[in-house]
T-cell receptor, first 114, second 110 residues
Framework: DTGVSQDPRHKITKRGQNVTFRCDPI?????LYWYRQTLGQGPEFLTY????????KSRLLSDRFSAERPKGSFSTLEIQRTEQGDSAMYLC????????????FGPGTRLTVL | TQLLEQSPQFLSIQEGENLTVYCNSS?????LQWYRQEPGEGPVLLVT?????EVKKLKRLTFQFGDARKDSSLHITAAQPGDTGLYLC??????????FGAGTTVTVRA
């Protein structure tokens, strides 16, 4: 299966701890996106990469959040000093250039902050 | 605040019945996607519509994009229990990020 993969699928952490999530996009997809989804809501845009360049960060992404995509392949999303309000599903998606902006999502990482 | 409004929020029907989900916005989109999401999983892309007035059919699912590219609908004919899930619409504005609706939870009872 060559779809988008995310690791871990689930993460439980205590408030104040740092966590890091990984996303492997579909190979050759040059665009990679991070979204966050809370219960009863649709996904909300967090940030976006084209190749290795991070081109936009949402206001939802506080200073405690950082994302990287070294060499334009996989990406990591780190949350420092986690808060209970960070509990959500973190989704990664990838797309290929201007292909109608079709984005393909991974299975997500469910974060629970105690 | 969701840029796209989906209705209804919940829909429960009997197997074999038809259903329609609506997605409305005051914004014009360059394209609109429909996804289906299972609990604990990521959204799965069903279709992308690009042209105003466009109609696409996938077996028992019919998707329509409004003439002004501001709204869309998803119609399911003869629904089956396997159609149960959260249906999400998402619009793109000539850029790279999607704006999602809050979703419609569809339950098809056997």
């Amino acid at each position: 299966d060559t779809g988008v993969s995310q690791d871990p699928r689930h993460k439980i952490t205590k408030r104040g701890q740092n966590v890091t999530f990984r996303c492997d996009p579909i190979s050759e997809h040059n665009r990679l996106y991070w979204y966050r989804q809370t219960l009863g809501q649709g996904p909300e845009f967090l940030t976006y990469f084209q190749n290795e360049a991070q081109l936009e960060k949402s206001r939802l992404l506080s200073d405690r959040f950082s994302a990287e995509r070294p060499k334009g392949s996989f990406s990591t999303l780190e949350i420092q000093r986690t808060e209970q309000g960070d509990s959500a599903m973190y989704l990664c998606a990838s797309s290929l250039g201007d292909s109608g902006n079709e984005q393909f999502f991974g299975p997500g990482t469910r974060l629970t902050v105690l | 605040t969701q840029l796209l409004e989906q209705s209804p929020q919940f829909l429960s029907i009997q197997e074999g019945e038809n259903l329609t989900v609506y997605c409305n916005s005051s914004s014009v989109f360059s394209s609109l996607q429909w996804y289906r999401q299972e609990p604990g999983e990521g959204p799965v892309l069903l279709v992308t519509v690009v042209t105003g007035g466009e109609v696409k059919k996938l077996k028992r699912l019919t998707f329509q994009f409004g003439d002004a590219r501001k709204d869309s609908s998803l119609h399911i004919t003869a629904a089956q229990p396997g159609d149960t899930g959260l249906y999400l619409c998402a619009g793109a504005h000539y850029d790279y990020k999607l704006s999602f609706g809050a979703g419609t939870t569809v339950t098809v009872r056997a």
